[in-house]
């Protein structure tokens, strides 16, 4: 195979591929433009029944036009005044009668199509308005499913974009908790550096007390021996 042909395989394949992607997308309008089709086709098979249907009515007229024409001659024969036109009588008689065999022929054989048409144009009047109901319901389910699928698409974005922002508002917690945390510690050595400072004030204040204390007592001592 040559590189050109390989070429037009690989393109003719991707052209029928999107094809079949496009038919599937738009299998619902395909349908109905072939329901579409089918309901002209079904109209103008109705016309051509109609005309059937109108040549039977012609052939059953034309058989009684010519019953009482046959009748008409076979009593003309009887009051003939000579065997001449009595002869010319039944000639047209004949005549009519073989007209009427001919013409009730015909008519059982359109009595036959009509009867047969028309039965088969009610199946087929059956059959397209079974399409237009299926295909309705079809389309509302098939309008559903493609509003279901939108939504699930967008639940499961929202349900995306949530986890994200679920973990931002959880980093976002703990940093904040650290935060406190550290700032309680920071207060706990703040409080205790202050108490030390205190207490070192305090133990110097006793030290110097005590240290005055005990030069008033030496003093006091020295007056007595001295006495």
């Given at each position: 195979?040559?590189?050109?042909?390989?070429?037009?395989?690989?393109?003719?394949?991707?052209?029928?591929?999107?094809?079949?992607?496009?038919?599937?997308?738009?299998?619902?309008?395909?349908?109905?433009?072939?329901?579409?089709?089918?309901?002209?086709?079904?109209?103008?098979?109705?016309?051509?029944?109609?005309?059937?249907?109108?040549?039977?009515?012609?052939?059953?007229?034309?058989?009684?036009?010519?019953?009482?024409?046959?009748?008409?001659?076979?009593?003309?024969?009887?009051?003939?005044?000579?065997?001449?036109?009595?002869?010319?009588?039944?000639?047209r008689?004949?005549?009519?009668?073989?007209?009427?065999?001919?013409?009730?022929?015909?008519?059982?054989?359109?009595?036959?199509?009509?009867?047969?048409?028309?039965?088969?144009?009610?199946?087929?009047?059956?059959i397209?308005?079974?399409?237009?109901?299926?295909?309705?319901?079809?389309?509302?389910?098939?309008?559903?499913?493609?509003?279901?699928?939108?939504?699930q698409?967008?639940?499961?974005?929202?349900?995306?974009?949530?986890?994200?922002?679920?973990?931002?508002?959880?980093?976002?917690?703990?940093?904040?908790?650290?935060m406190?945390?550290?700032?309680?510690?920071?207060?706990?050595?703040?409080?205790?550096?202050?108490?030390?400072?205190?207490?070192?004030?305090?133990?110097?204040?006793?030290?110097?007390?005590?240290?005055?204390?005990?030069?008033?007592?030496m003093?006091?001592?020295?007056?007595?021996?001295?006495?």
């Amino acid at each position: 195979m040559s590189f050109f042909s390989r070429i037009s395989n690989v393109f003719k394949a991707k052209a029928e591929s999107t094809i079949a992607s496009a038919e599937k997308e738009n299998a619902i309008e395909l349908v109905k433009l072939e329901i579409v089709d089918d309901s002209k086709a079904v109209l103008d098979f109705e016309k051509s029944v109609a005309q059937i249907g109108g040549q039977k009515i012609s052939l059953a007229k034309e058989v009684e036009v010519l019953e009482v024409e046959v009748e008409k001659w076979g009593s003309r024969a009887e009051l003939a005044d000579s065997d001449e036109l009595a002869l010319q009588s039944f000639e047209r008689q004949e005549e009519a009668e073989e007209n009427l065999k001919i013409t009730k022929t015909n008519l059982v054989a359109r009595t036959k199509d009509w009867d047969k048409y028309k039965d088969l144009l009610t199946k087929q009047k059956k059959i397209v308005q079974q399409k237009k109901r299926q295909i309705s319901v079809l389309e509302s389910r098939h309008q559903a499913a493609k509003l279901n699928k939108k939504m699930q698409e967008k639940v499961s974005q929202h349900a995306g974009s949530s986890g994200v922002s679920m973990d931002k508002l959880n980093m976002l917690k703990e940093n904040t908790e650290d935060m406190e945390n550290s700032a309680q510690a920071q207060a706990e050595i703040n409080e205790s550096d202050t108490g030390s400072n205190l207490e070192s004030k305090f133990a110097e204040l006793e030290s110097k007390s005590s240290a005055k204390d005990k030069l008033a007592a030496m003093k006091a001592k020295r007056k007595k021996t001295k006495k």
